[in-house]
């Protein structure tokens, strides 16, 4: 999935989780951290840099390529390590000494910020499950149990980029419980966890109604079909709209 759906879907676990608190402070917070939470996790893409070989390469004596690196199954290679739920452990442990380590020097002890900490292990949560119906590739999946050798998903339900259907439902979901978060609805907590809830079986919907196997042979086409799926799901209108944004954007999307 691509990095845009990836982030957006961060923020709808962020504000859905802000909707539990009434303190302003806590609510930006959650949603910041949903927001990183669901982009994070694709910083295994490093390797993929122009400039990886000539500074990680070197400064670490690795020896491999970034682009080695990335397509390999290397505990930091892309869909490795940071794409496992042992990564959600390990941020949360670092946030945790971090706060234990101002909170010495300081002398003013404060809370853990528990809806901060949910709303980044959501987003990356929905990160890592984004990508388990994506191609397998090399990888195979994800390693999301790591340390363990085995690797999830990698389904080919669906092409990396083009879900233009998943990215609106993300998008209007993520929307609706901003909304929700900063109003003064008495039962926004349980509708904005229907929204979460509603939002995410439509989505596994949707990646059902491809009817295409991504994992098959050839790199070539399979764009161009992903783009037949969505005219034919989104219809004309929409779909030229969507490619229109698509073409403004300078990432995989």
């Not at 990183?36 to 295994?44: A, K, M, T, V, W």
């Not at 229109?244 to 990432?251: A, C, G």
Request: aromatic share 14%.
């Amino acid at each position: 999935m691509d990095i845009i759906t990836h982030t957006l879907s961060g923020a709808l676990v962020g504000a859905t989780v802000s909707s539990f608190t009434d303190n302003t402070r806590l609510k930006i917070w959650s949603i910041l951290a949903g927001t990183l939470g669901g982009c994070l996790p694709d910083i295994d893409a490093i390797s993929l840099w122009s400039g990886f070989d000539d500074t990680i390469v070197k400064w670490f004596h690795l020896d491999h390529a970034g682009q080695d690196i990335y397509f390999s199954k290397f505990w930091y290679s892309h869909h490795g390590f940071f794409h496992s739920i042992a990564a959600i452990v390990f941020y949360l442990l670092l946030y945790l000494m971090g706060k234990k380590i101002t909170d010495l020097i300081t002398q003013q002890p404060t809370k853990v910020n528990i809806y901060g900490c949910v709303a980044f292990s959501g987003g990356y949560l929905a990160h890592i499950l984004e990508d388990l119906p994506t191609p397998g590739l090399s990888w195979g999946g994800v390693n999301l149990f790591w340390p363990s050798s085995q690797w999830v998903g990698g389904t080919g339900q669906t092409w990396w980029w083009n879900n233009y259907d998943i990215f609106l439902i993300v998008l209007i979901a993520a929307m609706l419980n901003l909304g929700l978060t900063l109003s003064h609805f008495d039962k926004k907590k349980l509708f904005s966890l229907c929204i979460l809830s509603f939002s995410a079986l439509l989505i596994i919907f949707q990646i059902h109604q491809r009817n295409f196997d991504f994992n098959t042979e050839g790199y070539g086409n399979k764009e161009a079909v992903s783009l037949t799926i969505q005219r034919n799901i989104l219809g004309e209108k929409v779909f030229d709209l969507m490619v229109k944004l698509d073409n403004k954007i300078h990432l995989n999307f």
